[in-house]
Every structure is written in structure tokens, then in C-alpha cells.
């Protein structure tokens, strides 16, 4: 996945496939790099409104907010 | 009895049953014929249980003749998701998959609907593993919505929503991770009821997310959705996520009377993020003045921007999903559907930061709904942006492109509930969320059900079959 700063190259998608041990036929391939750009702009949206200071990770449960 | 036992609520034939005027065969066998007579336009069932569902009901039949009544499910069919295990039943998430998978044990909510006695007609349609979407090359054909068969019902419980609106199940049981009850629900025009996250146990669920996942009722009316709760909610140790919180009589707590009780609108959900078509606007404004002349106070409230709950929900349920069938996806790709591996693939690349990230977020914004939820009651909201979509008209891409209007709740995982708000020119039906605090489920069904009584929405059925 892309941060904000790059754009991921269907070569480099291909890499990072290989790395997860993932092998997709070309049209599963070709709906992968359709649907990047939209996970990563997720990403990208979760990471820019969160900083340090902010609660750590925890396990989530609604016993812990409530 | 007459011909239209399909269309008793569970309230009306709790009440029969009990008083023995109405036998649960009679009943059974009625479900049993509307499901010949309208499954094979809706396709809600890939499995029916017909001579186990005649079989129990019998034998409640005869326990409640020797005085042995178990409450309000006794004797009720019911029908359930087909991602929920019910042992020595084939359960196949409708994927080619687990086409062959019969779980030895039943699920946590299948014991407790046992335990009160209910009666399982079968397994129901759904969305490939409760995410892929309807697509031609499952191993069943996809749902109907019994309002056009032209439409879909929605998704992921789409054979949920689409049983109880037909008439071919008087409730059932979905999964919901960002809206899959309540989105198909709304479409339906049924109740479509998410409670708190931890509240209704997931053990014997096939997992989507482990972090977002629910089960929840589907049925025709509020007061059944609280009975239907009533029975499956509770603590269950076999669930990491299960919260051992007291269980309320969520049924009694329908008073009818929502007088006084602070009610936030949640407007920019369906006016600014996505806005929703003009019809759907203008119908939830007659839904709030509705509100208001019950006696709550309604007052506009601002949350995050829908996108921010939808992007934090996605980058945690993407790698928890393919974490789920990783090996599968590696070893046999051919056995699940185009739109699932579409959905699911890009998890196998989202960054492990990213995902402790949306976890944080989480945290901030489950943070920020309790701090909101201190000061009302209760939210409401739409619970779609237009009515159900012809079947030519859904869109893959639509899970990363359209934020769904039921996510919010789902992160922050307080209750929300989907109901009938009403019905287009065309007859398709309009829906509304009522949200509220964590485990106060209670308020949230108070407030749908008064709305439901003062309305005539449940008076209208869909004339399919």
C-alpha cells in the first residue's frame, strides 16, 4: 500500500504480491489495481487524523467506552 | 386458523400459541407452503429444513399441551443467515467455498432460539461469505426483493430481509459487519436491528471481521425484534468479544412513549456526505415532525463526516477478512466468487500500521459517540440514500466509492436499528436508523416502536407470489 507521498506501480503491486505469496489470474490482477487507489485514499484518510498523542491501540470491546 | 399465518408478526402468534389456539404445525406448515409457493421468484433458501422444522414444531406442540410453555419464541419459525452453524446442516456462506461444509455444533444463537424453543425452516441466502455481493457465478442465484423483483434486496443478509418482508420466514437471523442487517433491512422494509458489539454472541459465525462483526434479528415489527433479542442476546464465553452485561426485557420496555426523551438528528449523514435523493429527504422530514409530535425533542447533531467511519472500517474489516481465508485465496481462488476476491484481495496489502491506525481511530471515535450519546437519548438517520437498486444497477466498486449510511454505528458499535419510515410513489420502501447508547438497546426499540404505532407502514405487504 501506498503512503502519501508515492503511487504504486502495477510492477510494484506485482513485488508486493510475490512477498504475500499471492498469485491472481490478469483480470483479478487488472480489478486489483482498479481498486487500490481507493483503499489507499482509506488509508491515507484514517492516517492524517490520528497523532501521537492520541489513546494507543488497545483491543476494542464497548465494556472499555461504557 | 385462515390461510394467512404467514403474515402473523411474532407478537400475535406468541399470544395464539400460548393461549393454544394456534398450533405450531399449523404454523410450520404454513411458512413450509408460502416458501413453495414464492422461493422459487425470491430465492431466499439455499437450505430448507421442511421434516426437521415439522418434527419440532410437533414436539412443541406437545409440550406446550402438557403445560411446559417456554415464552414467546416457543412454537415461532425463524430462519437463519447461511454463515451461522447449525450442526448437521449444510452452512456455506453461499460460496462455493464450504458448498460441501456441514459444522458439527450449532452457534451460539442457535442454541439459545433451540433453548426457547423455536423452529428452524433453513438457511438463508446472503452475499458470498457476507461480503462479496450478488454476482451470477455463486452456487445459488441471488435474492429478489419481494417490493420489484426487479431490485435487489440488498446485501449481506439479503435472503434474511428478503424471507421476512415475503412472508416465507416470521423472523430471521443476519450478520451485520457494516450494515448487512440493516442495509438489506431498510431496502426490505423490515426491522433490521444491530445491538451493541458484544451483546449477541458470534461463536459458530463464520467471521467477516473479528473486530466489526454482529448478529442481530430481522423481522416484520419492533416488538418482535425486541422478542427475537431477547432470546439470542447474552454472555457467551465462547466469544472473546462477548460482554457480560445484564440482559434487559427488551419487549417490556416498549411503552409506546417517547415524551421527553432527547432525540439528536443526525441530517448531514443523508444531506451532506452522501446525499440522498430528494424523495428520501423530504420523507424523513415527515418521519422527524412524526417524532416530535410523539412528544421527544429533537435537536440537529454533528458526528464525524460519514467517509472517516467508512475509511476506519474498511482498513480493519479488509485484513481481518483476508486474514480469514488467506490459505483459501492462495490455494483454490476458483471457489470463491468475482466480486468477493474484487472486495477482499487488497487486504492482503494494506499495511500493518494502517490497520492499528483504523484500530486507534476507532478507539477515538467509539470515544467521541459515548461522550455525544451523554447528551441524548437517542440519534436517528436515514437508513438509505434511495430506494433498493434494479438488479442491473449494482456496482462492485460501490463497497471503496459510497460510504454505506448505516457504518457509523458499526464502528462506534452502539445499537441502531432499521425501520419502515414509509414508501416511494412506486411503492419501494423508505428506511430510517434509530441509534443509541452502548447496550441501552432498550430506548432504541422504545423509540422505533413509537414511531412504528403512530405510523401505517406495517399495514402495507408486498403482493409478490
Known sequence: MADEHTTVSAEEVATMLRRAGLELNPEDFAALIDALPHVEAKARLVRDRISRGDEPASTYSVEQVD | ?465
Open chain 2, 1 to 465: 386458523m385462515g390461510t394467512d399465518l404467514h403474515l402473523l408478526t411474532i407478537s400475535e402468534a406468541s399470544r395464539l400459541i400460548a393461549a393454544r389456539e394456534l398450533s405450531p404445525v399449523e404454523l410450520t406448515r404454513a411458512f413450509l407452503d408460502r416458501m413453495e409457493a414464492a422461493d422459487p421468484v425470491l430465492h431466499c433458501y439455499l437450505t430448507c429444513t421442511a421434516a426437521a422444522a415439522l418434527a419440532a414444531a410437533q414436539r412443541a406442540e406437545e409440550e406446550i399441551a402438557a403445560g411446559a410453555y417456554r415464552g414467546a419464541m416457543h412454537g415461532i419459525p425463524y430462519a437463519v443467515k447461511d454463515n451461522i452453524d447449525c450442526a448437521g446442516i449444510r452452512t456455506t456462506g453461499n460460496s462455493r467455498l464450504l458448498v460441501d461444509n456441514v459444522p458439527k455444533a450449532d452457534a451460539a444463537v442457535i442454541e439459545k432460539l433451540e433453548a426457547a424453543g423455536a423452529i428452524l425452516l433453513g438457511k438463508l441466502s446472503c452475499d458470498e461469505l457476507a461480503h462479496g455481493g450478488p454476482s451470477d457465478d455463486l452456487p445459488w442465484p441471488a435474492p429478489r426483493n419481494p417490493w420489484d423483483t426487479s431490485r435487489i434486496p440488498g446485501g449481506s443478509s439479503s435472503g434474511s430481509a428478503a424471507a421476512v418482508a415475503g412472508g416465507l420466514a416470521m423472523c430471521a437471523l443476519g450478520t451485520d459487519t457494516g450494515g448487512s442487517v440493516r442495509s438489506p433491512a431498510g431496502y426490505c422494509g423490515v426491522v433490521g436491528l444491530k445491538a451493541t458489539y458484544g451483546r449477541v454472541s458470534r461463536r459458530g459465525i463464520i467471521p467477516n471481521s473479528f473486530s466489526l462483526d454482529h448478529c442481530g434479528p430481522m423481522t416484520w415489527t419492533v416488538a418482535d425484534a425486541a422478542m427475537m433479542l431477547g432470546a439470542v442476546a447474552g454472555f457467551d464465553a465462547g466469544d472473546p468479544s462477548s460482554a457480560d452485561v445484564p440482559v434487559a426485557d427488551f419487549a417490556a420496555a416498549l411503552s409506546g412513549d417517547i415524551r421527553g426523551l432527547r432525540i439528536g438528528v443526525v441530517r448531514h449523514f443523508y444531506e451532506d456526505d452522501l446525499p440522498a435523493s430528494p424523495a428520501v429527504r423530504a420523507n424523513m422530514e415527515v418521519a422527524l415532525a412524526t417524532l416530535a409530535g410523539l412528544g421527544a425533542e429533537l435537536e440537529d447533531v454533528r458526528m464525524r463526516p460519514l467517509d472517516e467511519y467508512a475509511a476506519c472500517k474498511m482498513m480493519i474489516q479488509m485484513p481481518e477478512l483476508y486474514a480469514v481465508f488467506e490459505e483459501d485465496l492462495k490455494a483454490r481462488p476458483e471457489s470463491f466468487g468475482e466480486v468477493f476476491r474484487y472486495r477482499v484481495t487488497p487486504g492482503a496489502l494494506v499495511r500493518g500500521v494502517d490497520y492499528v491506525q483504523a484500530q486507534r481511530k476507532r478507539r477515538l471515535l467509539a470515544d467521541e459517540y459515548r461522550d455525544l450519546m451523554g447528551r441524548y437519548d437517542a440519534l436517528v438517520t436515514s437508513g438509505i440514500y434511495g430506494p433498493a437498486p434494479t438488479t442491473q444497477r449494482f456496482e462492485r466498486k460501490g463497497k471503496f466509492t459510497k460510504p454505506s449510511i448505516t457504518v457509523a454505528f458499526s464502528v462506534t458499535g452502539g445499537p441502531a436499528v432499521s425501520i419502515c419510515n414509509g414508501f416511494t410513489d412506486s411503492g419501494l420502501p423508505f428506511a430510517m436508523q434509530v441509534a443509541g447508547k452502548a447496550f441501552d438497546e432498550a430506548t432504541v426499540l422504545r423509540v422505533a416502536d413509537a414511531y412504528e404505532r403512530a405510523t401505517p407502514w406495517r399495514a402495507r405487504r408486498p403482493a409478490v407470489a
